[in-house]
Antibody
Framework: QVQLVQSGAEVKKPGASVKVSCKAS????????IHWVRQAPKQGLEWMGW????????QYTQKFQGRVTMTRDTSISTAYMELSSLRSDDTALYYC??????????????WGQGTQVIVSS | DIQMTQSPSTLSASVGDRVTITCRAS??????LAWYQQKPGIAPKLLIY???SLESGVPSRFSGSGSGTEFTLTISSLQPDEFATYYC?????????FGQGTKVGIK
């Protein structure tokens, strides 16, 4: 069965960076894009961007341009999301998610369990 | 960016009630819309994709309809396990955006 298992919770100081991992299993890793979505405390869902695990191509939403980097290691079927210059409002639950593309558009069909990132001095 | 607006933001219902949630897009998203259910501390779960297609394994009491800018999610008979927050999300173009969520609580 498809599983996305994320790394554990992180506590970081303002200005630091955090790198979250997302290990995929149960399917062909390079065949499906991975997206990242975050959820601030008691807030809604915010889409951050995607990575194509096959060629490593990425697209980020403008809000995170220059601060986010998405990478992957195909040898261990793992995707990574690194966010730098952390601020207190980056405190959130970060999710990786696999997308399904049956037609000309893709949608999220599986989610990781989430990684809590707390930014505090 | 396309804005997604859900209504209501909260609703109170009883087991067995028919529940309807509306999602409006600020621009035409065709039928590129998904609905998710989320419980506290747990990742969202896909219910509906392409506005009206039921994800495998999701009970048939869930249904979605609409196209263009107005969409609805209906639960025909609410079950105890379905008190949760529901989100719509468009995938017409990037950036993807989500509605603010509708929390379905116990009356």
């Amino acid at each position: 069965q498809v599983q996305l298992v994320q790394s554990g919770a992180e506590v970081k100081k303002p200005g630091a960076s955090v790198k979250v991992s997302c290990k995929a299993s149960g399917y062909r890793f390079i065949g499906y894009y991975i997206h990242w979505v975050r959820q601030a405390p008691k807030q809604g869902l915010e889409w951050m961007g995607w990575i194509d695990p096959n060629i490593g191509g990425t697209q980020y939403t403008q809000k995170f341009q220059g601060r986010v980097t998405m990478t992957r290691d195909t040898s261990i079927s793992t995707a990574y999301m690194e966010l730098s210059s952390l601020r207190s409002d980056d405190t959130a639950l970060y999710y990786c998610a696999r997308v399904q593309c049956p037609g000309s558009r893709c949608y999220i069909d599986y989610w990781g369990q989430g990684t809590q990132v707390i930014v505090s001095s | 960016d396309i804005q997604m607006t859900q209504s209501p933001s909260t609703l109170s219902a009883s087991v067995g009630d028919r529940v309807t949630i509306t999602c409006r897009a600020s621009q035409n998203v065709s039928n590129w819309l998904a609905w998710y259910q989320q419980k506290p501390g747990i990742a969202p779960k896909l219910l509906i994709y392409q506005a009206s297609s039921l994800e495998s394994g999701v009970p048939s009491r869930f249904s979605g309809s609409g196209s263009g800018t107005e969409f609805t999610l209906t639960i025909s008979s609410l079950q105890p396990d379905e008190f949760a927050t529901y989100y719509c999300q468009h995938y017409m173009s990037y950036p993807w955006t989500f509605g603010q969520g509708t929390k379905v609580g116990i009356k």
